[in-house]
C-alpha cells in the first residue's frame, strides 16, 4: 500500500489547519513557547530511537546525527525565547496629530501578525534539523502558524516518528489540533503548494525541485510567498598573504569542510580561489587524498552527484587532482578538480552550477584584477568567505561590497559549513541560494510567517496587547517615531 | 516621433544604474538625507507648474493636485527622517561564545542593506504621491538602491516634468550619475521587469496590469521581488447601533469617500455593509444625488470603469439606487447600488471584484451571523472598516480577527481614504490587494528595497558603522539577544 498522503486525507489536514489558525493566531505567547519546548523535549527524548532510524535511511554517521538532533531542539528553544522577548511583532504606534501639515493625523498602530497555514518541505540531506521537527517548522508555530509538512522520501520512517513526537508534544502541551500534519508523496507536495488555505511555504532542496515549486506557488490565483533554499556554491577566496602565512590550517580547515557530511551541504565551499601555482594546491591534494570513502545519502543524490562530477570534469581546461570517484553501493570518495583563473571566467556558468557532494573545485588565480573578475562573475550564493592576513584586512575595500551583494553571510578566516544558531544569523542569499533572499535559520527567520497589519483609531478593548497604552508585555515599541519601553501615558 | 524609450537607450539607463548602485549602497545617511531633502524641495519649488501640468492631463482638481505634491515632499522627508533615526537597518550582534551547547560560535553580525537597482511602475491615480517622485522612489533611494521609473501614460508631461526636477536636485546635491531616470512606453515597462539588473520592483495599478509584470518578474531566470499593490475593495461595515446613533454623519462620511476623487482611489470603500431597510440607506441616496460629475482620468480608466460597473449591475439581486452613468468626455457622476446580504452571498466574486470610479454597493445585511458570512468570503483588500458603538466595540471578538486576516488596515469609525504618511501606516494587504503583503506607504515600506546579511568574524577594519563595536551611530541593536544601544566593551 502506497503511503502518499491522497487527495481526500489532504483535504481533511488542511481543513483541519484552517481551524486551527485563529486558535493559534489568538494564543498568547506563553502558550506557543509552552509548545515549542514540548517539541523541543519530546524530540530530545526520542533521540535515540530518531538517530537510529535516520542513520539506517541517510546513511550519515551517528555522532553526526545525534549533534543533528541536539541543534534540533535548540532550534526550537530559540524560536521560545523570540517569542518570550516578545519584540519581534514590531510594534509601532502614531498618536493622532491633529495639526499635521497634510490635515489630522488618526492614532495608527501597526505590528506583524502570522500569515496563516504554512506548507514546509523537508530537506533530504539535514533529517532533523531542516525537516519535520527543523527550523521552518519552529519559526512557522512561533510565529502562530499551523504546519503542513511534505516529508522527504529519503527518510520516511525517521519522518514519520519524527512527526509522532511532534504530534504528542502538541497534543500535550495543549496545542489545537490542526496545529501540524505531516503529508507524504509528490502529488501531496504539489497540491500543497497550490491550495489556496496555504498561505505561505518554506522549502530546503534543489534548484529544480525548488524551482518547480516557487513557479507553483507565484501561478497561483492567489500568488504566496515562498521561501525556497536551493542551490549555493559558497566560494572561498584564499589571498596570497594568507597563503603564505598559515597553509596547513587552511588546507586542513577546507578539506574538512567540503567534505564533511560527504559534501552533502548546502554550505559546501564548492570552489577554493587560491593564488596560482601556490604549495597550498598540494597540501589540499595531500589531504583530500587521505579522506576515507563514505556513502551518499540515496540513489537520487548520488546520480545527481555522479552527472554534476561528470561535467566540471568535461569544462575546458579542468584538470583532475584527485578522483574519488563513485563506488557500488552509494560509496563515494572526495574529487578535487582544478582550473586557472582564465579558464573560470571562460566557464563560469558551468563552474558555478552545485555539485551536491563531496567534489570542489581550485580554481588557481593570478593577481588582484583576475580574482576581482571572478568574484563579478559569482552568482547568488549563501556564503562567501574570505582567508586573508591582518595586514590585508585592511584593504578589503573593493573586494567586500561585491560578496556583500551576492551573499547572505561573509566569512572572514573560517568555513562556511556549520550554521550558528543565533539571533544575527543570516542563512539565504540572493537567487539561486534562495528565492526571496531571507534567512530560513536564526531568529529573523520567523518574519517570513508574519505580515503587517495597521489598527486605525482602535478602541482601547480590541487592542492586541502588543499594541496598547499599558504596554503590559513591556515591548520596546517605536512611539511616534521613537524607540521606547515606555506606556502610553495620555 | 514616439517618446517610448528604445532597448538601446534603456540599457544605457541600466548599465548606469548598475554603476550608481555601489556608490549609493557606499554612501551614508547623511547624503541620502541630503538628497531626499533636495527632491522634496525640488518638487515643492515646482508645484505651480507640475499641478498646472497634472490638472491638463488628469483632470483632478486643482485643490486636490496642490495637496498630493505637498504630500510627496512629506513622503520625502519622512524617509530621511528614517535615516536620520537610522534603526530601519535591524542590527543584531551575536558575540562569540566558546562554550554554546553546540559547539563555539563565532561573532556573527547582521544588518539589512540595499538590494539593488529597482524598477519602479507609476499609478495613473496618483500622478505626484505614487508616481515619478512617489512613495516607491522615496523608500528605494532611501534604502540605497538607484531607481528606473517607468511613467504612466495617463499623465505623460506631468513625468517628464517631475522627472528634471528629480535629476536636477539629485545632480544639485551630489548623487551619483545613474540613480535615477525615467523611462516610457508598455515595451520598456515589460523590458525592464525582465531585465536581470534589476534586483526587485514597486507597481501600483490594476489587478491585470499588476498581475502580468508579477507573472514577469516571478518566471525570469533570477526571480525578483515583485510588490505590486493591485485592487482592493475596502469592505466598510455599520453596526446596527452606529446606524441608529449617527446616521446622518455615517451618510456624509461614506459618500464623501466613495466619491473622492470621483472613486479613483485603491482605497475607495466599494461594499458598505448596513443593516437591511434601515433609513441609513436613504439618507445615503439622497447625498448620492448632490454629488456633481466630474471628469474621469483618461479614456482607459472610463471604459474599464464602465465596463465594471455594468458586470455589477447585471449581479442577481442588484438593484440601482443611484445611476449616474457616464456621459461624454470622460463625464461620469456617482453611482449606488444595493443587494441584500443573501443575494451578496450569492454572488460573492462579482461583488468582490473591484470598480475602479465612482459606484460602491450596499450589502443589506440581516443579523450577524450574514454579516460574518460575508466577511468571511471577503478577499485580500487593503481596508476594512467597521463603524459601530462603544458598547458593541466591546465586542467585537469574533469579527476583528476575521478582518485581520482579510486586511493590511482596519479602521474604526472613519474611512478608508486618507492614508496617513507615518511610521505606523500599513498599506498592503493579502492578495490581490498587494503581491507580497507589503505596505507601499509610511515608513516601513523601506523595507522592501533591503535585504539581510551576516558578516561572520569580520575584522573590524570592514565592519559598517552599524555593526562596529562603538556603536557610532547609537543605534539600538540587539546585542546577545538583547535591545542595547550601548557600545560593546571588550
Not at 535516520?54 to 534540533?72: D, I, S
Not at 497550490?194 to 525541485?209: H, L, P
Not at 587524498?289 to 545527481?304: F, H, M, N, T, W
Amino acid at each position: 500500500m502506497s503511503s502518499d498522503t491522497g487527495p481526500a486525507r489532504l483535504d481533511e489536514l488542511l481543513t483541519a489547519a484552517v481551524s486551527a489558525f485563529p486558535v493559534i493566531a489568538a494564543a498568547d505567547a506563553t502558550e506557543r513557547m509552552a509548545w515549542l519546548h514540548a517539541v523541543a523535549s519530546g524530540v530530545a527524548a526520542g533521540a535515540d530511537e530518531l538517530v537510529r532510524l535516520a542513520a539506517e535511511e541517510t546513511h550519515l554517521p551517528l555522532g553526526r546525527l545525534q549533534g543533528e538532533v541536539q541543534r534540533t531542539s535548540v532550534q526550537l528553544e530559540l524560536f521560545a525565547e523570540v517569542l518570550q522577548e516578545g519584540n519581534y511583532v514590531d510594534a509601532i504606534i502614531d498618536l493622532p496629530d491633529p495639526s499635521s501639515v497634510l490635515g489630522p493625523k488618526p492614532d495608527v498602530r501597526r505590528m506583524l501578525v502570522p500569515i496563516g497555514p504554512v506548507g514546509v518541505y523537508a530537506a533530504s540531506n539535514f533529517p532533523f534539523a531542516f525537516s519535520v521537527a527543523g527550523n521552518d517548522t519552529a519559526s512557522a508555530l512561533a510565529a502562530g502558524c499551523p504546519v503542513i509538512l511534505k516529508a522527504h522520501p529519503g527518510h520516511p520512517e525517521t519522518s514519520r516518528r519524527t512527526a509522532e513526537l511532534v504530534l504528542d508534544a502538541l497534543r500535550g502541551s495543549g496545542a489545537p489540533k490542526g496545529s501540524f500534519a505531516l503529508v507524504e508523496g509528490m502529488d501531496a507536495g504539489i497540491a500543497l503548494v497550490q491550495d489556496e488555505r496555504i498561505a505561505a511555504a518554506g522549502f530546503t532542496g534543489s534548484v529544480n525541485g525548488g524551482r518547480a515549486l516557487f513557479n507553483l506557488a507565484t501561478q497561483r490565483r492567489n500568488p504566496i510567498r515562498f521561501f525556497g533554499e536551493l542551490g549555493s556554491i559558497n566560494p572561498v577566496i584564499v589571498t596570497p598573504g594568507a597563503a603564505d602565512e598559515r597553509s596547513a590550517s587552511i588546507a586542513d580547515g577546507f578539506v574538512a569542510s567540503f567534505t564533511l557530511g560527504l559534501g552533502q551541504f548546502c554550505t559546501k565551499p564548492g570552489l577554493l580561489f587560491v593564488p596560482a601555482g601556490h604549495r597550498l594546491v598540494d597540501e589540499i591534494v595531500e589531504r583530500t587524498q587521505e579522506v576515507s570513502p563514505g556513502k551518499l545519502l540515496y540513489d537520487k543524490i548520488a546520480g545527481g552527484y555522479e552527472s554534476s562530477l561528470r561535467d566540471l570534469q568535461r569544462v575546458p581546461g579542468v584538470r583532475v587532482l584527485v578522483d574519488g570517484g563513485l563506488g557500488d553501493g552509494l560509496f563515494a570518495a572526495p574529487s578535487l578538480l582544478s582550473v586557472s583563473g582564465a579558464h573560470f571566467l571562460g566557464s563560469a556558468e558551468q563552474l558555478l552550477t552545485e555539485c551536491f557532494g563531496p567534489t570542489s573545485v581550485l580554481v588557481e588565480y593570478s593577481g588582484e584584477q583576475e580574482l576581482l573578475a571572478a568574484v563579478q562573475a559569482f552568482h547568488g550564493t549563501l556564503t562567501t568567505t574570505i582567508h586573508s592576513t591582518d595586514m590585508e584586512n585592511m584593504d578589503q575595500a573593493g573586494l567586500v561590497p561585491l560578496l556583500i551583494r551576492r551573499s547572505g553571510r561573509v566569512i572572514w578566516n573560517g568555513w562556511p559549513t556549520g550554521v550558528a544558531v543565533t539571533w544575527a544569523m543570516n542563512h539565504g542569499g540572493p537567487y539561486p541560494a534562495t528565492t526571496l533572499d531571507y534567512t530560513s535559520v536564526g531568529a529573523t527567520a520567523i518574519h517570513r510567517w508574519l505580515r503587517p497589519v495597521s489598527f486605525q483609531s482602535a478602541p482601547a478593548a480590541v487592542l492586541p496587547a502588543a499594541l496598547s497604552d499599558e504596554n503590559p508585555l513591556r515591548l520596546v515599541r517605536r512611539v511616534n517615531g521613537t524607540l521606547t519601553s515606555e506606556p502610553i501615558r495620555r
